[in-house]
């Protein structure tokens, strides 16, 4: 899994709450296990009108937040079904980091997983990030996980913030379920041997 230790990159705000994982990749997008080419359907519905064209009123159409790496959001984002192709769909896209107020507990699981940092912060800072990057439209932030923080260039914005320690040490250091399981491969050749499996 890609490490993630720091992000600077562009800031796009979607004023929403409760964007379901249907909303994030639909469902004529789930005939794949392949990790890649789903970010083309990420928030398809909203994306793109009856006709394929892009539509313009959507946040990531905009000239400005074409190619944000983070997305701001509201709460309960990533709610409603499971599925693990909403942030394959994200990272694809390029977003490594989505700011909300809270998320759906299966995705804010599943994004670790896949090398996406879910970043839980108060109303009051997401929406101090969210007016700055309407406001700012193609402002840049930067998120360093290992210090815990995020900032813009004035630092107009710096706020820390706290996360699970072992999500964190596994993001930072590049790991998914298999990679953490293989940091103690030793451990279980050793237990292995000793019980003769």
């Not at 190619?67 to 390029?94: M, Q, Y």
């Not at 700011?99 to 599943?110: Q, T």
């Given at each position: 899994m890609e490490k993630f230790t720091t992000l600077t990159g562009v800031a796009a705000p979607m004023d929403m709450i409760n964007i379901d994982t249907d909303m994030v990749i639909p469902k004529q997008y789930l005939t794949t296990i392949e990790r890649t080419g789903l970010g083309r359907g990420l928030f398809h519905e909203m994306r793109y009108n009856a006709d394929g064209s892009d539509n313009p009123d959507i946040v990531l159409n905009k000239p400005a937040y074409k190619n944000a790496s983070i997305l701001v959001t509201g709460e309960n984002f990533?709610?409603?079904?499971?599925?693990?192709?909403?942030?394959?769909?994200?990272?694809?896209?390029?977003?490594?980091?989505?700011?909300?107020?809270?998320?759906?507990?299966i995705f804010h699981a599943n994004c670790f997983k896949n090398g996406v940092l879910p970043l839980v912060l108060p109303a009051e800072q997401v929406r101090e990030i969210m007016d700055k990057a309407e406001s700012d439209p193609g402002i840049e932030?930067?998120?360093?996980?290992?210090?815990?923080?995020?900032?813009?260039?004035?630092?107009?914005?710096?706020?820390?913030?706290?996360?699970?320690?072992?999500?964190?040490?596994?993001?930072?250091?590049?790991?998914?379920?298999?990679?953490?399981?293989?940091?103690?491969e030793q451990d279980i050749t050793d237990f292995e041997s000793k019980h003769g499996l």
């Amino acid at each position: 899994m890609e490490k993630f230790t720091t992000l600077t990159g562009v800031a796009a705000p979607m004023d929403m709450i409760n964007i379901d994982t249907d909303m994030v990749i639909p469902k004529q997008y789930l005939t794949t296990i392949e990790r890649t080419g789903l970010g083309r359907g990420l928030f398809h519905e909203m994306r793109y009108n009856a006709d394929g064209s892009d539509n313009p009123d959507i946040v990531l159409n905009k000239p400005a937040y074409k190619n944000a790496s983070i997305l701001v959001t509201g709460e309960n984002f990533g709610c409603g079904s499971s599925r693990e192709h909403a942030p394959w769909a994200i990272k694809d896209f390029g977003i490594r980091c989505v700011i909300a107020r809270s998320f759906g507990e299966i995705f804010h699981a599943n994004c670790f997983k896949n090398g996406v940092l879910p970043l839980v912060l108060p109303a009051e800072q997401v929406r101090e990030i969210m007016d700055k990057a309407e406001s700012d439209p193609g402002i840049e932030l930067n998120v360093d996980l290992v210090s815990q923080r995020v900032w813009d260039e004035s630092e107009e914005i710096s706020i820390t913030f706290e996360i699970d320690a072992a999500r964190k040490d596994a993001l930072v250091n590049g790991l998914d379920d298999i990679g953490l399981t293989l940091r103690m491969e030793q451990d279980i050749t050793d237990f292995e041997s000793k019980h003769g499996l």
